[in-house]
């Protein structure tokens, strides 16, 4: 499975919406429940996902989906 699809089952797990589709530039407002106390659980849950763990830096400037994807594939191509 891609980037975009185990990012999907990550998303769809956490905020509990089996058809949610990912877009590059969708972020926190256009995904109901995503508040502060989500997007920990859902940091945690890509963590597990692919096996990574992120610094802060990693996602502290991520501004939507697309960013996030691009940031998992360079930490993949280095692991």
Not at 31 to 43: E, R, T
Not at 50 to 76: P, S
């Given at each position: 499975?891609?980037?975009?699809?185990?990012?999907?089952?990550?998303?769809?797990?956490?905020?509990?919406?089996?058809g949610l589709v990912l877009a590059d530039e969708m972020?926190?407002?256009?995904?109901?429940?995503?508040?502060?106390?989500?997007?920990?659980?859902?940091?945690?849950?890509?963590?597990?996902?692919?096996?990574?763990?992120?610094?802060?830096?990693?996602?502290?400037?991520?501004?939507?989906?697309?960013?996030?994807?691009?940031?998992?594939?360079?930490?993949?191509?280095?692991?």
């Amino acid at each position: 499975m891609d980037v975009r699809g185990k990012l999907t089952n990550s998303f769809r797990r956490v905020f509990e919406i089996d058809g949610l589709v990912l877009a590059d530039e969708m972020t926190a407002k256009d995904v109901p429940g995503w508040d502060s106390l989500a997007h920990i659980n859902l940091i945690m849950d890509v963590e597990e996902e692919f096996g990574l763990r992120f610094t802060v830096d990693d996602i502290a400037d991520l501004k939507n989906v697309g960013e996030m994807i691009q940031m998992l594939e360079r930490k993949l191509s280095l692991a």
